[in-house]
């Protein structure tokens, strides 16, 4: 037949290479990137400010600061990747390219954490800077000798990518981005704030189970030993909020990829 | 080829295809006929694997869509228009499903020229008129130089130097040897470019023979008295005057 390529299947690097094509072809996905980055630099920032010598904040806790509302932005950008393919119909091309289906939803976990990867170090490199003058000017300095430093500051990428995760889940679970990223918000950010108003048993033990338990990535060593002494739940210790996220990632796109391999695709 | 075997498929208590049985052949342009709701859109996408079929059999060449193991190659699909991102330019949609299969960017900038959107390539297809979102669509369909084609509604939005261009195209592609399966509702246009109909209502088979054979059976001067014959019964919407034309 004329014109005819050679003939080649499906194969999971071709299916990574069509989604990051898809990622980054969206002029809304590298905004909002870039967005995050932002929100990120200049809520650490203002934060920073209010920041005294005597608050116990430690320097790595100003810059990572803005986690609190860049985690909304990784969520998001999560959340219209994973919903994207059914709100605008651009399922019915990729699963006729791709019948099995489940190598899409693999490789926009990878081209979601990758991407998420990136924003969050900019974000985390712009927070650096942008917080420069508040950790110069009488603020706590970043020391890499306090324990947990290095690994705070490596926290806010793990987490960010964790949130991310957790949006391409639940939009791909839920087919919807509003519903996706409501729930997203409540689970990794609300809850745990509401719960924090009524403190107690079961409801410290629901928090500690909440997605959001992943933000103690982002504690040096001596804030998340006044987490555990503070709270009447489970005392999550180091990792533990990294595997209760973990968790929540692999369990959500578990069930998203049961639904997108077992359901019909509109 | 395309072999629908006594298909079915419901959604909780609605029968949206009840046991239909066609095939569609190499070297033929297949039309596919149905009122409003017959089941021709829930029929074709059972064939492409994006719905699973209650009970029966689609194959494409023998294989089930799910198990070939180049899809575009096998088979173009067009079934909406609207199978795109908004914010995603023409050439970047067709790239990212040509990567998919290792096809190269010459054969996207091919099909780009192909049908007629050279000039739009870079825009995005949220700006896309009806007409040009079809033409992206059979793009897509025609990127894997498939042996089969299955396109719903090819013409829709099209003005007549497309539907002029998709009659010789689906002609040309049947020339080659190639499987045509086409649904419309313009009458005219298939009768000019169909070697066969298959027509359904209510999602099962009414009629499937040669446009002729179909017309001569019913007794009726042209293929749209016959299609309104055949589905007296199987129509939900139906005018007045549409009923008259069938009497």
Redesign the interface.
């Known amino acids: 037949m004329r014109g005819a390529p050679a003939r080649r299947g499906v194969t999971a690097g071709r299916v990574l290479s069509a989604e990051s094509t898809k990622l980054v072809s969206v002029p809304a996905h590298v905004w909002l990137a870039l967005g995050t980055v932002v929100v990120a630099a200049v809520t650490a920032y203002g934060l920073g400010l209010f920041v005294r010598p005597g608050d116990a904040r430690s320097g790595s806790w100003v810059v990572t600061s803005g986690f609190v509302l860049a985690q909304v932005g990784f969520l998001v950008l999560g959340a219209v990747v994973g919903s994207g393919e059914h709100t605008t119909g651009t399922a019915r091309a990729t699963f006729t390219a791709v019948p099995r289906r489940l190598p899409v939803l693999g490789a926009q976990t990878v081209v979601v954490a990758a991407a998420a990867l990136v924003t969050a170090a900019a974000g985390l490199g712009a927070s650096w800077v942008a917080t420069a003058g508040v950790r110069a000017g009488g603020g706590p300095a970043v020391d890499l000798a306090v324990p947990g430093t290095a690994r705070a500051l490596a926290g806010f990428v793990l987490a960010s990518v964790a949130v991310a995760l957790l949006g391409l889940g639940l939009g791909a679970l839920l087919r919807r981005p509003a519903d996706a990223i409501v729930g997203g918000i409540v689970l990794a950010v609300v809850g745990d704030h509401l719960l924090a108003a009524n403190p107690g048993p079961v409801t410290d033990t629901v928090r500690a189970l909440l997605p959001s338990a992943g933000a103690r990535l982002l504690q040096d060593d001596a804030a998340l030993a006044a987490l555990d002494d503070a709270t009447r739940g489970p005392q999550l210790g180091t990792g533990g909020g990294g595997l209760v996220v973990a968790v929540w990632v692999v369990v959500v796109l578990a069930a998203a990829a049961y639904r997108l391999g077992r359901h019909d695709v509109r | 080829m395309i072999e629908v075997e006594a298909l079915s498929k419901r959604y909780g208590s609605t029968t949206a295809v009840d046991g239909l049985t066609f095939t569609a052949r190499p070297g033929t342009v297949t039309g596919f006929l149905g009122p409003n709701g017959a089941g021709k859109s829930t029929t074709m996408?059972v064939v492409?694997?994006?719905?699973?079929a209650t009970s029966g059999r689609a194959t494409v060449d023998g294989r089930r869509?799910?198990d070939?193991?180049?899809?575009?190659?096998a088979?173009g699909?067009m079934?909406?228009a609207?199978?795109?991102?908004?914010?995603?330019?023409a050439y970047?949609?067709l790239?990212?499903?040509?990567?998919?299969?290792?096809?190269?960017k010459a054969?996207v900038r091919?099909v780009l020229a192909q049908t007629g959107l050279e000039s739009a390539a870079r825009r995005r297809a949220g700006t896309f008129s009806l007409g040009m979102g079809q033409r992206l669509g059979i793009a897509?369909a025609l990127l894997?130089?498939p042996?089969t084609l299955i396109l719903d509604e090819p013409v829709n939005g099209l003005d007549p130097d497309g539907v002029l261009w998709v009659r010789r195209l689906v002609r040309e592609l049947a020339a080659?040897g190639?499987t045509v399966l086409l649904s419309s509702h313009l009458m005219h246009e298939l009768a000019l470019c169909a070697d066969r109909v298959v027509i359904i209502g209510r999602g099962r088979l009414l009629a499937d023979a040669p446009v002729q054979e179909i017309v001569d059976r019913t007794g009726s001067g042209s293929l749209e008295e016959a299609y309104l014959q055949l589905t007296t019964d199987a129509v939900e919407y139906r005018t007045d005057a549409a009923s008259g034309g069938a009497r």
């Open positions: 996408r492409v694997g994006l719905e699973r869509f799910a070939l193991p180049a899809p575009l190659h088979v699909v079934l909406d609207r199978s795109v991102h908004p914010g995603r330019t970047a949609h790239l990212a499903m040509a990567r998919t299969h290792g096809i190269g054969r091919e897509g894997g130089d042996a080659e190639r």
